[in-house]
T-cell receptor, first 111, second 111 residues
Framework: GEDVEQSLFLSVREGDSSVINCTYT??????LYWYKQEPGAGLQLLTY?????DMKQDQRLTVLLNKKDKHLSLRIADTQTGDSAIYFC???????????FGAGTQVVVTP | DAGVIQSPRHEVTEMGQEVTLRCKPI?????LFWYRQTMMRGLELLIY????????DSGMPEDRFSAKMPNASFSTLKIQPSEPRDSAVYFC?????????FGPGTRLTVL
């Protein structure tokens, strides 16, 4: 069945770049997403990429998609303390729009 | 649009009581999802609707859980009777045009 996997934890220094990785198994994914969840809040859509794209850049965020390896990454440039959160990777797996989420990566930004 | 609205934001109840969580979706949404989030199990999809019709309820943990969507503007998730292991944050989410938007969640504590 469909499965989305992420590493559970990432520690990064303020000002450095963060790279969060995600792998998925369903080759029929149409869209892949990155969500951010801050403590006590819901999931906030950060960015998404259509499956026929390799890269998408949005200000400090860069999404890279390797369809061959079924690998998705999110790079955050100049990481700030406000970027500390849990980041979820997700894919849409079927025509009904059902989202498959990873377990989330806890990103901790240290001074 | 005010986004996805959930109520209550916090609910504390005693074991055995009925709990009803409410969701007012974004106007014009395509799908409505109910998720549960815990530290142990992460984000779990419980059920989702399309055009007010339940599409997949395989994630509903047991018969104590039920969800309804009487119209396009309202959905409920009911737990009867509630148990301490139901304590979690419950999210309602909607998709519009391929993007999924989350509500702020209801934090449920069952004592």
């Amino acid at each position: 069945g469909e499965d989305v996997e992420q590493s559970l934890f990432l520690s990064v220094r303020e000002g450095d770049s963060s790279v969060i990785n995600c792998t998925y198994t369903d080759s029929s994914s149409t869209y892949l997403y990155w969500y951010k969840q801050e403590p006590g809040a819901g999931l906030q859509l950060l960015t998404y990429i259509f499956s026929n794209m390799d890269m998408k850049q949005d200000q400090r965020l860069t999404v890279l998609l390797n369809k061959k390896d079924k690998h998705l990454s999110l790079r955050i440039a100049d990481t700030q303390t406000g970027d500390s959160a849990i980041y979820f990777c997700a894919e849409v797996t079927d025509s009904w729009g059902k989202f498959q989420f990873g377990a989330g990566t806890q990103v901790v930004v240290t001074p | 649009d005010a986004g996805v609205i959930q109520s209550p934001r916090h609910e504390v109840t005693e074991m055995g009581q009925e709990v009803t969580l409410r969701c007012k979706p974004i106007s014009g949404h395509d799908y409505l999802f109910w998720y549960r989030q815990t530290m142990m199990r992460g984000l779990e999809l419980l059920i989702y609707f399309n055009n007010n019709v339940p599409i997949d309820d395989s994630g509903m943990p047991e018969d104590r859980f039920s969800a309804k969507m009487p119209n396009a503007s309202f959905s409920t998730l009911k737990i009867q009777p509630s148990e301490p292991r139901d304590s979690a944050v419950y999210f309602c989410a909607n998709t519009i045009g391929g993007e999924q938007f989350f509500g702020p969640g209801t934090r449920l504590t069952v004592l």
